[in-house]
């Protein structure tokens, strides 16, 4: 790709990245920790059930899953961005 033709696209780019894709991350995430949260009410509340705790447990798993695999991809789109320079 040409100098030119780069610096045409980056603003293109970072208007994808802000409009769409970083909402979309910070969206799927707050889905992660309120999954994460409920796991943990459902853990606490069922604090004598031992398969009610395991559920709970499992849900907690889920939700850190979750929030680790969307910070990684926020990571990995901001690598992206700061690749061809649309970062200032």
């Known amino acids: 790709m040409s100098p030119l033709a780069a610096a ?8 994808i990245a802000t409009v769409l894709i ?3 991350i910070k969206g799927l995430f707050l889905v992660a920790l309120l ?4 796991g943990v009410l459902k853990f606490v ?4 059930d031992d398969g009610a ?3 709970g447990r499992k849900v907690i798993m889920w939700g850190v899953i ?3 695999i969307m910070v990684a991809a926020g990571g ?5 961005l700061g690749t061809i ?3 200032k």
């Open 66 to 68: 979750g929030m680790a």
């Open 45 to 48: 509340q069922n604090a004598d």
């Open 35 to 38: 999954t994460f949260l409920w």
């Open 85 to 87: 320079n649309t970062i």
């Open 8 to 15: 045409a696209a980056d603003p293109f780019i970072l208007k």
């Open 76 to 80: 990995i789109i901001r690598i992206a």
């Open 22 to 24: 970083n909402p979309a």
């Open 53 to 55: 705790r395991s559920e």
